[in-house]
């Protein structure tokens, strides 16, 4: 499993006083030197955090670029010449104080088909962020997406216990239906030191995006231990599925 870190905090940080000081790119590297897989960066249409330039460099400079995006025309210019990594698609609305809930591929299938052959055509992975609904991994797959995101928000806002297995559960039947129809899966919104862990524990998942819960702890320890601290969580849960599956294998401990 690996990690990705959405760097969009950095941004906001630098544009409360209007100049380059923190630099999301400075942050881009040293989340990658720290063990981070991915850099991700949302270039919302408002422009609020992360620049046009930011993912240039970030895209040129790393080629570790995962770009959360609106599907809409001018963004999707962009990001066809700047050539991330990957994207992922996100609904956005302006007023929302961050990505509110999954997309709704059902509704427009035809629409994303166009879209990801253009982005498949360039070599770029596409993905589409949307709730653990099962019609929208199926819709997703139509649509040609490679990946889905599962939307984690519902499981990390959740507070009692009981809700929080039924989210889980949610999510887990999502990912065995996505695996079984060929898709791959990545899984973010939400997500903290706290609650990672039981999700990390399901199977199937090939990234975690996190954004705000390691920028916040960053304040404090830096951000080159708040990925590692991270990615020692996701890594420990993924050696206890091995010694699970050890152990099955050889009839006990
Ligand atoms: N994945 C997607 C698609 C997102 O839109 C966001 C928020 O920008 C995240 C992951 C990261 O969420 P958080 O900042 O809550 O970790």
């Known amino acids: 499993m690996e990690l990705g870190v959405n760097i969009d905090h950095v941004a906001t940080l630098r544009n409360a006083r209007g100049g380059i000081f923190p630099s ?10 720290a063990g981070a897989f991915n850099i991700t960066c949302h270039l919302r249409e408002d422009r609020r955090h992360i620049k046009d330039e930011d993912v240039r460099l970030i895209s040129s400079l790393t080629k570790r670029l995962n770009l959360e995006m609106a599907a809409e025309d001018d963004i999707t210019k962009i990001a066809l010449e700047i050539m991330p990594r990957s994207v992922t698609f996100v609904p956005e609305r302006r007023q929302e104080l961050t990505t509110e809930g999954g997309l709704n591929v ?65 999510i887990k039947t999502a990912i065995d239906f996505a695996s079984k129809i060929e898709l791959k899966v990545n899984a973010g919104h939400g997500l ?16 975690f995006n996190i ?23 996701i890594k420990s ?15 006990g401990d």
């Open 237 to 251: 849960a993924e050696f206890s599925k091995l010694k699970d599956a050890a152990s099955k294998n050889t009839g």
């Open 24 to 33: 999301p790119v400075h942050a881009a590297f040293v989340a990658l030197e």
């Open 211 to 233: 954004g705000f819960s390691i920028i916040s702890h960053s304040l404090f320890v830096g951000l080159g231990a708040a990925v590692k601290e991270m990615l020692k969580i």
């Open 106 to 170: 059902l509704n427009d299938i035809k629409r994303y088909e166009e879209i990801n052959k253009e982005f498949k055509s360039k070599n770029i992975t596409v993905s589409a962020f949307i709730e653990p609904d099962l019609k929208q991994v199926e819709a997703s797959k139509k649509g040609g997406f490679d990946f889905i995101e599962i939307h984690t928000g519902s499981y990390a806002d959740t507070i009692r216990q009981k809700e929080k297995s039924v989210e889980l559960e949610r």
């Open 192 to 207: 903290d030191y706290k609650n990672i862990y039981s999700v990390a524990l399901l199977d199937g998942i090939f990234e």
